[in-house]
């Protein structure tokens, strides 16, 4: 089990990192914290390397929640805490446009 006393370490700094920057780059930013790869950051969740390289560059704006979790505990997270999060993030430029 990896240490999570890295840079990214309290819940709150990770929300606000979250909130500012959207789900892809605090995904990235941790990942890259953790000395991982996309391709070993996707063994341990449980996804696809797409599925992974998505999300980090914004192309997924709002995973699903089964998928936040794993992506969660794969990168030593609390899975409750991304999903309050990700849930109060805007919508996608284009889901507001077809919403409006």
């Known amino acids: ?11 709150e700094r990770a929300l606000g990192m979250i909130m500012a920057c959207g789900i892809g780059p605090f995904v990235k930013a941790r990942r890259i914290e953790l000395h991982m790869t996309q391709v070993q ?3 341990r969740a449980r996804m696809s390397i797409g599925t992974i390289r998505d999300i980090g560059q914004d192309r997924t704006f709002r995973p699903r929640l089964g998928s936040l979790a794993r992506l969660a505990a794969a990168l ?4 409750s805490a ?7 993030l805007p919508r996608a430029k284009s889901a507001q ?3 409006g």
């Open 41 to 43: 950051l996707a063994s």
């Open 76 to 79: 030593d997270l609390r899975a």
């Open 97 to 99: 446009a077809s919403a």
């Open 1 to 11: 089990m990896m240490s999570g006393a890295m840079e990214i370490t309290s819940v």
């Open 82 to 88: 991304m999903e309050q999060c990700v849930l109060h």
